[in-house]
């Protein structure tokens, strides 16, 4: 196969660049991968199945000079300087109308740069989200490309074929311009943070505050996931309890070490959210617990300290499972709600038209926060492509409405028993805040006023304010009342 013209070409033969690659030579495409390790590129050819075109290359200008032109390559390399490194050995070997995508987690700002300096070389740069881990870029994954939109033409028929499936449409379509595709990309990791932190949560209360077995945590998660809920990530749960250990008696799951990491994106999502800005608390409180949890020695110190231990909690359990379920709901709603809300905004502030319905269309099939809920989302935006927010559509409210009760319980029960479900009650004071006419807000800008001159806006009047507080004309108000 030596001088066979290969359709594409993969940078970094990881298990998900050599899945994703395996992938399109399934679907017909003749492939080849470059990875130094020459274990790597065997591995690769060794897993092709019989009949397709797969090739394995250890130097970058034996894969280039065997790529049909334009050529189409994609590096999936840890993010950062492994991205510009490849960028530089690349350059010297690509000519004019070449493609370069990026299909890692990079941050979008970066991508933003290599858009601009390749394209004073003439060479097309796309950055391009893909969710699904490595089994979802063997079968399917759901691709979020975004920026330069006559490259991603040439390769919209490979992403159009090895994208996953719902209801016969491929789950990827251009998601707007510049560095778009990595920043859906980005929210959608916040949004998974979140999701996961909620369902941990929810794992905390049942285990430790009912006392629930691994099996009966199996069960719980399963009922959950086929109900309106389900979800890849409810999916995973419910099989995680189930996990034996191969190293003790004990399931695996009880094994783990309670510290998370963390690759940067949900911090990054966090960061580019109080940059717009747009409140996104509860991916923030996801973020925020991560950094707790890897204080493991303090914690425990602390611990000894406070000694505060972890209440049982004595209330019907099929009543508890019930409300934790309807609280993991609509938190779960609030976390889509404000991912999508972050993007619409960047949408327009960062002017990369980020087509909303298409996104959740995408997220539908393939990726990590894949869920039904999204087709309630989904209809949602195609009936007011201009909603500012999932909280604003009727049937959402409608939903929500009645599952307020559960989660406020949740909530309740859970800090006076002292589990801290910080994403679950984040989503609660987002709801609270965001549909409360009138916010205590008045009292910061007097106090802004006040010390700094800051100055501030009336109820009663247009333009902008100041008073000079520490003159003497207070009067103390000795009735009751508002
Ligand atoms: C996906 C995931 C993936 C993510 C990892 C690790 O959509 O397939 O979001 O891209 O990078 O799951 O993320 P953290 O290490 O930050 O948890």
């Known amino acids: 196969m030596a001088d066979a013209l290969y359709d594409f070409g993969m940078i970094g033969l990881g298990v998900m660049g050599s899945n994703l690659l395996l992938n399109m030579a399934d679907h017909g495409f003749k492939v080849i991968g470059y990875d130094k390790n020459p274990d790597k590129t065997g591995t690769l050819e060794s897993s092709a199945k019989k009949g397709t075109i797969v090739k394995g290359v250890n130097t970058l200008a034996q894969m280039i000079s065997q790529l049909q032109k334009p050529r189409k390559l994609m590096m999936l390399v840890p993010a950062g300087n492994p991205v510009d490194s490849v960028i530089a050995e690349l350059i010297p070997l690509l000519e004019e109308g070449d493609i370069i995508i990026d299909g890692g987690n990079s941050h979008y700002i970066d991508t933003l740069k290599r858009i601009t300096f390749l394209?004073?070389?003439?060479?097309?740069?796309?950055?391009?989200?893909?969710?699904?881990?490595?089994?979802?870029?063997?079968?399917?994954?759901?691709?979020?490309?975004?920026?330069?939109?006559?490259?991603?033409?040439?390769?919209?028929?490979?992403?159009?074929?090895?994208?996953?499936?719902?209801?016969?449409?491929?789950?990827?379509?251009?998601?707007?311009?510049?560095?778009?595709?990595?920043?859906?990309?980005?929210?959608?990791?916040?949004?998974?943070y979140a999701i996961m932190q909620l369902i941990s949560e929810c794992y905390d209360v049942l285990h430790n505050g009912l006392g629930l077995t691994n099996d009966e945590l199996h069960t719980i998660f399963a009922d959950w996931n086929s109900g309106e809920m389900k979800s890849f990530l409810l999916e995973i749960?419910?099989?995680?309890?189930?996990?034996?250990?191969?190293?003790?008696?004990?399931?695996?799951?009880?094994?783990?070490?309670?510290?998370?990491?963390?690759?940067?994106?949900?911090?990054?999502?966090?960061e580019a959210a109080l940059d717009l800005p747009e409140p996104i608390p509860t991916i923030d409180m996801a973020v925020m617990m991560r950094n707790i949890s890897a204080l493991k020695e303090e914690r425990i110190n602390a611990n000894n300290l406070y000694n505060p231990g972890l209440k049982k909690i004595n209330i019907s359990k099929e009543d508890l499972i019930q409300q934790l379920h309807d609280a993991l709901l609509f938190a779960t709603v609030a976390s889509y709600a404000q991912g999508l809300s972050m993007l619409a905004k960047a949408s327009v502030l960062l002017k990369m038209q980020i087509p909303l319905p298409e996104v959740i269309r995408v997220w539908t099939g393939g990726c990590i926060i894949r869920s039904s809920l999204l087709n309630m989302f989904g209809k949602a935006y195609e009936k007011n492509p201009q909603l500012?927010?999932?909280?604003?559509?009727?049937?959402?409210?409608?939903?929500?409405?009645?599952?307020?009760?559960?989660?406020?319980?949740?909530?309740?029960?859970?800090?006076?028993?002292?589990?801290?479900?910080?994403?679950?009650?984040?989503?609660?004071?987002?709801?609270?805040?965001?549909?409360?006419?009138?916010?205590?807000?008045?009292?910061?800008?007097?106090?802004?006023?006040?010390?700094?001159?800051?100055?501030?806006?009336?109820?009663?009047?247009?333009?902008?304010?100041?008073?000079d507080w520490e003159q003497d004309d207070k009067t103390v108000d000795h009735s009751s009342g508002h």
């Open 119 to 192: 394209k004073e070389k003439k060479l097309h740069f796309m950055g391009i989200g893909i969710s699904g881990g490595e089994q979802g870029a063997r079968v399917g994954p759901s691709i979020m490309p975004g920026g330069d939109i006559e490259a991603y033409k040439q390769v919209e028929p490979i992403l159009k074929a090895v994208a996953a499936k719902v209801n016969e449409q491929p789950c990827v379509a251009y998601l707007g311009n510049d560095a778009a595709g990595h920043y859906v990309k980005m929210v959608h990791n916040g949004i998974e």
């Open 388 to 467: 500012q927010n999932l909280l604003l559509d009727e049937k959402i409210a409608g939903l929500l409405k009645s599952k307020l009760e559960s989660l406020q319980k949740v909530v309740t029960i859970a800090l006076l028993h002292n589990y801290p479900v910080s994403a679950l009650s984040a989503s609660l004071n987002y709801f609270n805040a965001y549909c409360r006419e009138k916010l205590p807000t008045n009292l910061i800008q007097a106090q802004r006023d006040y010390f700094g001159s800051h100055t501030y806006e009336r109820v009663d009047a247009a333009g902008i304010f100041h008073t």
């Open 237 to 270: 749960t419910a099989e995680i309890f189930l996990k034996k250990d191969d190293k003790s008696e004990n399931r695996l799951v009880d094994m783990i070490l309670d510290k998370a990491g963390a690759k940067g994106t949900g911090k990054w999502t966090s």
